[in-house]
Nanobody
Framework: VQLQASGGGLVQAGGSLRLSCAAS????????MGWFRQAPGKEREFVAS????????YYADSVKGRFTISRDNAKNTVYLQMNSLKPEDTAVYYC?????????????WGQGTQVTVSS
């Protein structure tokens, strides 16, 4: 499975961005997809995930109510709608996929996309 993330950029605090992650290859093996982020000097952290079949979603407490993860199975794409962005949301965002055999571990990772929120 290959993952291609896009949609990052520079936005003012309070603004919105939508990240996209397109999956290709053995997409039939995907069990769930997620978004993670890593800020400078910090460890990578979980942001949100969605199951590929049932659409169950999970969010980090820090983004609940502001971020929404969704999927389009026909396009093999997962989205992360980010609203009410804060400077502390600044990070490189990574999309990831977990196959059924690897879940709950994510075994496929895309390249990161930079999100910068200015105050």
């Amino acid at each position: 499975v290959q993952l291609q993330a896009s949609g990052g950029g520079l936005v003012q605090a309070g603004g919105s961005l939508r990240l996209s992650c397109a999956a290709s290859g053995r997409t039939f093996s995907i069990y769930a997809m997620g978004w993670f982020r890593q800020a400078p000097g910090k460890e990578r952290e979980f942001v949100a995930s969605i199951s590929w079949s049932g659409g169950s979603t999970y969010y980090a407490d820090s983004v609940k109510g502001r971020f929404t993860i969704s999927r389009d199975n026909a396009k093999n794409t997962v989205y992360l709608q980010m609203n009410s962005l804060k400077p502390e949301d600044t990070a490189v965002y990574y999309c990831a996929a977990a196959s059924g055999s690897s879940w709950p571990e994510y075994n496929y990772w895309g390249q990161g996309t930079q999100v910068t929120v200015s105050s």
